[in-house]
């Protein structure tokens, strides 16, 4: 089972930034990912890649404005989300799996979550 912590959520105002951080137990997992549940929603996929950065995927309500990274060296993946809406506001998990899917049952291993909120 991989540990995940994440950091970097906050408050920020429409049209900021943030960028979230995922660190890794162990090196090399192959498929990290985002999702992220709004109070009262679902919880979704955001974004995921793999290991080498050659198999990237986004929610379509997130592309164009939010860019997944990961550093292997540092076991860590980070959600750069920039333009961010008040509809972003949600609690974001990162998550570790073994394949390439963005189904969030396919993820074995999560972080406990970090609270992004956007104020309009």
């Known amino acids: 089972q991989v540990q995940l912590v994440e950091s970097g959520g906050g408050l920020v105002q429409a049209g900021g930034s943030l960028r979230l951080s995922c660190a890794a137990s162990?090196?090399?997992?192959?498929?990290l990912g985002w999702f992220r549940q709004a109070p009262g929603q679902e919880r979704e996929f955001v974004a995921a890649i793999n290991w080498n950065g050659g198999w990237i995927r986004y929610a379509d309500s997130v592309k164009g404005r939010f860019t997944i990274s990961r550093d292997n060296a540092k076991n860590t993946v980070y959600l750069q989300m920039n333009s961010l809406k008040p509809e972003d506001t949600a609690v974001y998990y990162c998550?570790?799996?073994?394949?390439?899917?963005?189904?969030?049952?396919?993820?074995?291993?999560w972080g406990q979550g970090t609270q992004v909120t956007v104020s309009s």
């Open positions: 162990v090196r090399n997992t192959y498929i």
């Open positions: 998550a570790a799996n073994g394949r390439e899917t963005t189904g969030q049952a396919d993820y074995a291993s």
